[in-house]
């Protein structure tokens, strides 16, 4: 029989008492107050060890007690949670609410028809309102000067850097642990309570959405569903900075079937953020850096933003040496390659990427290989939009002579050298792209590259390591393959 039914039908079991084990249990657990259900399980929190050992046999009597297929034993345990959530109610006692919540996550009785059949429709929007302020207001304390320096940072946080610092290693997902690879998980009824105001007063969750208190707003968010999240934000037009943060730090840990159809928001979510607050938005961009789908946010931000906007933002964004992240970064580009901006955004990377050879060339300390960034396809996409092709030969052979001279220039030592050759072959290659794509085939560039070749001694020892540098690319780019 489906639990909804026996709730129905609950009279018809007048000869069933309720289950005298599980009742003892619950008087046990009512003795303590409702702060005392206010803790995080982790391993070593001996300050709410009590409670949580008869939370935990009160979940193994009622797991014992559904495995079995006696209808009777099953209404004996309904009727005592049904005692106990009247009693919760009637009294206005949280401390009975929170056993029956913690108790309801195993059998999921419907509790809008228990309010409904017990007629305490003003009792229960009293405890919602209840269970609204202790959220609104909660503080975590644990056992440990570690941890307790870790929450009490989450607990009040105030400084754009720090509440980055913290919110960087929360994980989103509803049943994960509260901080990712940890086991700091939150108790059964924390979900119930935040479930209850979810499907019966949905203003206070709002209300909770727009707290200041950092840590509600991450377990509010934590629980509730992307599609809530994306109707909250379609819905309201100001939405505070911390919100749109946790907002948007959940969507993009979440899955990329989970997100698919949520793009067009992030992107929304993510220029509302950076208009709102550049240091957060910095602050997440460090940490969704070289990620996928925000490198696809980002993109589709860049066609969006005012031209002051993009000057600001591409300033904040780091050229990484690491040639291995250019896939990730074409997946920006292919976001904002044919936006009305497009050109304006090209010229303003390939400024950045100058200033850096600029730096490069200077540099006598440091050894550099490929110079070509993460975003090179950008600055491939800049001189195929602004070079023709005379300008990209002429460029070519006056960086061939440049490299062929480079022995007879003064450095200050081998590594300022180096620099300096890796400077004018990164250009060299990114115009081979070009040269390869428009299949131009000029004579003068293979004999160029021959002699260059097999008279520069210092080219093949600059590029005989096991980092990426594009040789073979770069000849098959100039000879064919």
């Keep these: 029989m489906e639990i909804s039914r026996i709730i129905t039908n609950l009279e018809d079991f007048n000869q069933v008492s309720s289950d005298n084990d599980l009742d003892l249990i619950i008087e ?19 300050e709410s060890l009590d409670v949580r050992e008869l939370l935990g046999k009160l979940i193994n009597k009622i797991d014992d007690v559904f495995k079995e297929n006696s209808i009777e034993k ?14 919760g109610l009637d009294e206005i006692n949280l401390s009975y609410f929170f056993i029956f919540l913690h108790a309801n996550s195993r059998i999921d009785l419907p509790i809008d028809e228990l309010v409904n059949k017990y007629d305490l429709n003003e009792e229960f929007n009293e405890v919602l309102i209840k269970i609204f302020e202790i959220l609104n207001n909660i503080k975590i304390l644990v056992a440990g000067e570690a941890l307790s320096m870790y929450f009490d940072k989450l607990n009040a946080l105030n400084e754009d850097e720090t509440l980055i610092t913290s919110l960087r290693e929360i994980d989103f997902e509803k049943y994960n642990p509260i901080i990712r690879n ?51 934000f379609m819905n309201h037009n100001e939405i505070n900075e911390k919100t749109l943060l946790c907002f948007l730090m959940k969507f993009l840990r979440a899955s990329s079937d ?47 933003l005012s031209k002051e906007d993009l000057n600001i933002l591409i300033e904040s964004i780091p050229l990484n040496d690491n040639v291995e992240w250019i896939d990730v970064r074409t997946k920006m580009l292919n976001e904002c390659s044919e936006c009305e901006n497009s050109e304006y955004i090209f010229e303003l990377i390939y400024k950045k990427w100058e200033n850096y050879l600029l730096n490069s060339f200077n540099e006598k300390n440091k050894a550099l290989n490929i110079l070509c960034t993460d975003f090179c396809n950008f600055i491939i996409a800049y001189y195929f939009h602004k070079y023709d092709e005379d300008k990209l030969l002429d460029s070519m052979k006056e960086l061939f002579v440049k490299l062929k001279d480079l022995d007879g220039e003064w450095s200050y030592n081998i590594i300022h050298h180096r620099n300096k050759f890796f400077v004018y072959y990164s250009k060299l290659f990114i115009f081979s792209v070009i040269y390869e794509f428009n299949n131009m085939g000029d004579d003068e560039i293979k004999v160029d590259y021959n002699e260059f070749y097999e008279e520069y001694v210092l080219f093949k020892k600059f590029l005989d390591n096991k980092k990426e540098n594009f040789l073979d690319r770069f000849e098959e780019n100039l000879l064919g393959k």
Excluded: W
């Excluded at 409702?34 to 399980?41: L, N, R, V």
């Design 182 to 232: 940890t086991k700091f998980t939150l108790p059964n009824h924390f979900y119930q309570m935040i479930e209850v105001l979810q499907e019966n007063n949905l203003e206070l969750i709002e209300k909770l959405l727009a707290s200041d208190n950092v840590f509600s707003l991450v377990l509010i968010i934590k629980c509730i569903p992307l599609n809530q999240i994306n109707s909250f």
């Design 258 to 304: 989970d997100i698919e159809n949520y793009r067009d928001i992030v992107v929304e979510m993510g220029i509302r953020l950076y208009q709102l607050n550049k240091t957060l938005f910095n602050g997440l961009m460090d940490i969704f850096m070289y990620n996928e789908f925000f490198n696809e946010v980002m993109g589709a931000m860049f066609c969006k």
């Design 74 to 87: 099953k209404v004996a345990i309904i009727k005592s949670l049904v005692l106990i959530f009247q009693e």
């Design 28 to 46: 046990d657990l009512s003795k303590f107050s409702y702060e005392d259900f206010i803790y995080i399980e982790y391993v070593g929190n001996s």
